[in-house]
């Protein structure tokens, strides 16, 4: 039973991690919908950095690079171009999804490296992510850049006017968040399930990003979204843990994103957002060009 | 910038006509093979010989060129299920969960004949294709629905949406197909029992008839946009869901019925690829892989800036140059996912050039004075 809470805990992670990287690009008003992407990317080039100089580190931090690069890429398309956010996320999924099949079918297989070590039964991972929400968490709320971030994200000609750089700060969230999300790719392809497969992910990046519209913009709560998701897909993965005999395992597989469905639905209902004032930031998903 | 005598100088565009998109679209796809050929060149293989292998075996080779007319017409349809939500300024990248469906409702009706039985009796075809192609089309129709009443319901992203339907779609497959399933083929390992011979689909010239369903699907969507009501109050919605709305144009069945045309149309992909293409005639273990060239579809409806009549000409480029990609990879010994590598080059090429589509660089001779400057801000 441990084992499998523990498994959760960590799926939960790369769901956090990523999460927390949309979340903070999504606050400054710019939406990336190419997470799977990225996160291909940061487990692939990871992955392949890993094993050919046996180091982890310096996987991780290939990760979190192009992750990073990929991240300025969507700013480079959606703030300096203005290209629809929406087309530049797409290019950027279906870009990590096509070279990344190309660039590590080489490298096909297991990752045969000893695990990385654990502290109390769970990885390093574990513990930095929850650092890493309680850190975004303050930033966001109680900093002088949360409020600038989030005034940009809110509205940027008022943030403009009041004298802050409206694109150095989107850049400085696309970039950021990118690397969260190339790390959330590295996490998966080092540790969570480490071999290489084409199109390993499987929806992880578009679960992410439904879990942020679901945690109305709150670190806090996407932490909750993502240890409940991290469970679900384990549970998908082992129902004989909780139900055996009952559906098969294909069966089983589709129902965190059933229940994605579900939680999208409930959070969009009129009765939700007035209960809950969901706080979509004002200016998700349009260009800012200054007047 | 100066050149010479001259300064280039970005200039927003106020109209973008016709021609001006299609060069703009061919430079993108010139650009994207261009980049493309780093990858041939990293893989040691000289790109203008691997770009005349890909075009010669794709267009004019006796194995390729049915390929691709079979790609092309998988394409076109996927592409316009793409168009359709485009327009009224929806995201369906569902067309791999909806042709999914369609296949699923396909052999549903096979199964329903008793076609799964090897040497059944013979099985009528004026019945059964007529039948394959509705369940087909409503299959499609039914998966896209959801994410349609959704988003015209409860304003539910559909991009999300319909990705979950994607992977829903791809398990339930596995479902039926694998085992224990009752679309699993006799002591097969893992993929649907065969369409039997005497349902399969007439061919014309060697081409599945579905050929003539892309293409007046096309014809008939782009006269749909052009002349009719309820063209306009898709293409309204998609100016501005809210205005829309204030014109009486209903921001509910709109969406609806876009997915729910979009999805009949891959579904009817997933009737032509797994029921109608000479030596395929199943639902391989492979599936994913035609799942995945759906998305092909995404970047040939934003190419074809959603006119489907355009769809026509870039989806059978499209449809040989993944069909090439494959084949090249095979001859020049390179690594598998070319094709794939192709796609997503080409649809990040598509994403950067989407700035020429606002933008125009003009050139002004240096020290003219333009009186037009500042005016359109």
């Known amino acids: ?291 | 910038m100066r050149v010479g005598n001259y300064e280039l100088k970005l200039e927003k565009r106020l109209t973008l006509t016709n021609w001006e998109a299609a060069i703009i679209s061919i430079l993108a796809i010139i650009f994207a093979l261009a980049l493309f050929s780093f990858i041939f060149t990293l893989a040691k293989i000289n790109p203008l010989l691997a770009y005349q292998e890909i075009f010669s075996y794709a267009f004019a080779n006796p194995y390729g060129l049915p390929l691709t007319i079979n790609r092309f017409i998988f394409l076109l349809l996927c592409t316009s299920a793409f168009i359709i939500p485009f327009r009224a300024g929806l995201w369906n990248i569902g067309m791999t969960g909806q042709l999914y469906a369609g296949a699923l409702g396909t052999f549903a009706v096979l199964f329903a004949f008793g076609g799964n039985v090897p040497g059944s009796a013979d099985l009528s075809p004026e019945i059964l294709i007529p039948l394959m192609l509705v369940v087909a089309a409503l299959g499609g129709a039914v998966l896209a629905a959801i994410a349609g009443f959704l988003k015209g319901k409860f304003n539910v992203n559909e991009i999300v949406v319909t990705m979950m339907l994607n992977f829903i779609a791809f398990w339930l497959v596995a479902q039926m197909i694998k085992e224990g399933g009752p679309f699993k083929a006799p002591g097969g390992e893992g993929q649907s029992f065969v369409v039997s011979p005497s349902v399969y689909a007439p061919l014309i010239m060697n081409v599945p008839f579905t050929i003539f369903l892309a293409l007046g699907a096309a014809v008939l969507l782009s006269f749909l946009f052009a002349r009719t009501k309820i063209g306009y109050q898709i293409k309204a919605h998609g100016h501005n869901p809210a205005a829309a709305r204030y014109a009486g144009i209903s921001t509910f069945k709109i969406p609806l019925l876009v997915f729910i045309m979009g999805g009949a149309l891959a579904g009817l992909a997933g009737y032509h690829y797994f029921a109608a293409v000479p030596g395929v005639y199943k639902i391989s273990s492979n599936y994913g892989y035609f799942g995945d060239l759906a998305f092909y579809g995404i970047i040939c409806g934003l190419i074809s800036l959603g006119d489907p009549l355009v769809a026509i000409p870039v989806t059978l480029l499209f449809g040989g140059l993944s069909v090439g990609g494959r084949f090249v990879q095979g001859k020049l010994h390179m690594g598998f996912g070319v094709d794939y590598a192709l796609l997503g080059v080409l649809m990040i090429a598509l994403v950067a050039f989407q700035f020429f589509y606002r933008y125009k660089i003009v050139r002004v001779s240096a020290g003219e004075e333009r009186l037009d400057v500042g005016v359109h801000s």
């Open chain 1, 1 to 291: 039973m441990w084992e499998f809470i523990a498994r959760s805990l960590e799926a939960s992670m790369i769901f956090t991690f990523a999460g927390l990287g949309e979340l903070i690009d999504q606050r400054s008003g710019v939406l990336n919908v190419g997470i799977e992407g990225l996160m291909l990317f940061g487990a692939t080039l990871g992955f392949i950095a890993a094993l050919s100089t046996e180091n982890y580190w310096l996987g991780l931090l290939v990760g979190i690079a192009i992750g990073g690069l990929l991240g300025l890429l969507h700013g480079f398309f959606s703030i300096t171009l203005g290209v629809d956010q929406v087309v530049s996320g797409m290019g950027i999924w279906i870009l990590g999804f096509g070279l990344t099949t190309y660039i590590g079918n080489p490298y096909t297989g297991p990752l045969g490296m000893e695990r990385i070590p654990t502290y109390l039964g769970l990885s390093p991972f574990f513990y930095v992510g929850i650092a890493l929400v309680v850190i975004a968490w303050f930033v966001l709320s109680k900093t002088s850049l949360g409020l600038r971030i989030r005034s940009v994200g809110e509205n940027p000609s008022v943030a403009e006017v009041s004298g802050l750089n409206v694109n150095k700060t989107r850049y400085l969230c696309v970039t950021i968040g990118g690397m969260l999300m190339g790390l959330a790719g590295a996490i998966y392809s080092l540790y969570y399930n480490p071999v290489w497969n084409y199109n390993f992910l499987m929806g992880w990046g578009f679960i992410a990003l439904a879990l942020v519209f679901f945690s109305m913009w709150n670190p806090l709560i996407l932490l909750g979204g993502s240890l409940l998701f991290g469970t679900l897909w384990q549970l998908s993965l082992n129902p004989q843990l909780v139900l055996p005999g009952v559906l098969s395992r294909y069966i089983w597989r589709t129902v965190p994103f059933v229940i994605t469905i579900g939680a999208l639905l409930i959070m969009s209902t009129r009765w939700f957002r007035i209960r809950w004032g969901a706080a979509r930031p004002e200016a998700l998903g349009t260009p800012y060009v200054k007047e």
